[in-house]
């Protein structure tokens, strides 16, 4: 039998019916994506991924270490290697589900920071003409800066971009203050209906909404110069199974990274 393709779209909206993530409780499931780096190299990823939490550049600052040898979701970390299980903005995607807010996944990019204030997107690839995750691809790519955004405030981030209906805006309003006191905080812009977000059109009767991608953990990994592979979308877990960076960082003992 041949196998079908599923365009990314797709795989947006079926991980996103599995999101039952409640950002005023805190519990529920999240999508997750899954990083792998070098056992060795764990504590100093850990803590290039806890500076670009606290610069406000990720969706959350929870995360989930796998060791080598360990399985998730069917999945068995290599020996030698370390698994970083970390907050896929999709979860943004569910959570809009959850509160009956229409929206229509529209691609992922890179996107333009001047002065900390984001600008423009300066790379899309729309979710309904790829089966590759597009932030998985321009990390491939190696066009981000998340580094230099970081250290200037000026540079590039991956973000992606949905739409919602507009009359919905009151309800996108009251989750974004919902999202403030929680741990997914990756909100990046919200636009006006019927106008462009970032240059990028909406569909008439519908307003942008930005998530800074997941992704950005790992950029800033690889831009730091470890080697890292990731896989978007991984799966969902339960967000009890995570932990804040913070506190990971702090329980990680030196020799334990194996």
């Known amino acids: 039998m041949t196998p079908f393709l599923m365009f990314v779209n797709h795989q947006i909206e079926n991980y996103a019916m599995q999101v039952t993530y409640d950002p005023v409780s805190g519990k529920g499931r999240v999508v997750y994506n899954l ?6 190299d764990l504590p100093a990823v850990l803590e290039v991924i806890r500076v670009t939490c606290l610069s406000g550049v990720s969706s959350s600052d929870l995360v989930r270490v796998v060791r080598g040898g360990e399985s998730i979701d069917g999945y068995t970390v290599p020996e030698g290697q370390a698994g970083i299980c970390t907050v896929c903005s999709v979860t943004l995607d569910g959570i809009l589900l959850q509160r009956g807010i229409p929206f229509h996944p529209i691609g992922g990019g890179v996107v333009e920071i001047v002065d900390r204030i984001p600008r423009r997107f300066t790379h899309l690839i729309h979710f309904d003409e790829t089966t590759i995750d597009p932030t998985q691809v321009l990390i491939a790519d190696e066009i981000s800066s998340v580094g230099e955004v970081i250290r200037t405030g000026n540079g590039t981030v991956l973000a992606n971009i949905r739409e919602c209906h507009m009359e919905a805006e009151s309800a996108v309003a009251e989750l974004l203050d919902d999202l403030a006191g929680s741990r997914f905080m990756g909100v990046l812009e919200v636009g006006l ?34 080697p890292v592979s990731f896989l978007a979308m991984r799966g969902v877990m339960e967000v009890e199974e995570m932990i804040a960076i913070e506190q990971q960082v702090a329980v990680l003992e030196p020799g334990t990274a194996g």
Not at 195 to 218: D, E, H, K, W
């Open 35 to 40: 990083s792998l780096v070098r056992a060795g």
């Open 193 to 226: 209906p019927n106008s462009p977000i970032l240059g990028v059109p909406v569909s008439p009767q519908y307003m942008g909404v930005i998530a800074l991608g997941g992704t950005n953990l790992i950029a800033a990994v690889r831009e730091a110069g470890y």
